[in-house]
């Protein structure tokens, strides 16, 4: 069984930052893929940041600049994936529920079974006044 766990977020002032974590607890055979998603209010829900098992990240546009992810290296062993999204520059169109993935993918093939489906967190808020 997936455990997925979101800490962070808060209220902020425009340009502050803030720092977003994502817990993964998952099989031995399998490495997860964490990526952050954003929702505002009346919006489709949207991309924000990504990492990979090998540490490849990626962001959107809106982000570029401004939004890290990394690994937390010190936290991460055979079961636990953690990842964090450190937010700077933050602006009122931030301000949105941001959620965490975390996508499977088996350490070897034979394993694929064992690492099917996403999982998702509830959600952490994000709130940028002007």
């Known amino acids: 069984q997936v455990q997925l766990v979101e800490s962070g977020g808060g209220s902020v002032q425009s340009g502050g930052s803030l720092r977003l974590s994502c817990a993964v607890t998952?099989?031995?055979?399998?490495?997860?893929?964490m990526n952050w998603y954003r929702q505002a209010p009346g919006k489709e829900r949207e991309f924000v940041s990504g990492?990979?098992?090998?540490?490849?990240?990626?962001?959107?546009?809106?982000v570029k600049g401004r939004f890290t992810i990394s690994h937390d290296k010190m936290k991460n062993n055979a079961k636990n994936t953690v990842a964090d999204l450190q937010m700077h520059s933050l602006k009122p169109e931030d301000t949105a529920m941001y959620y965490c993935?975390?996508?499977?993918?088996?350490?070897?093939?034979?394993?694929?079974?064992?690492?099917?489906?996403?999982?998702w967190g509830q959600g952490t808020q994000v709130t940028v006044s002007s």
């Open positions: 990492i990979d098992t090998g540490g490849n990240t990626l962001y959107a546009d809106s």
């Open positions: 993935e975390a996508a499977p993918r088996p350490i070897i093939p034979a394993f694929i079974r064992d690492c099917s489906g996403s999982t």
């Open positions: 998952g099989s031995i055979n399998c490495r997860y893929d």
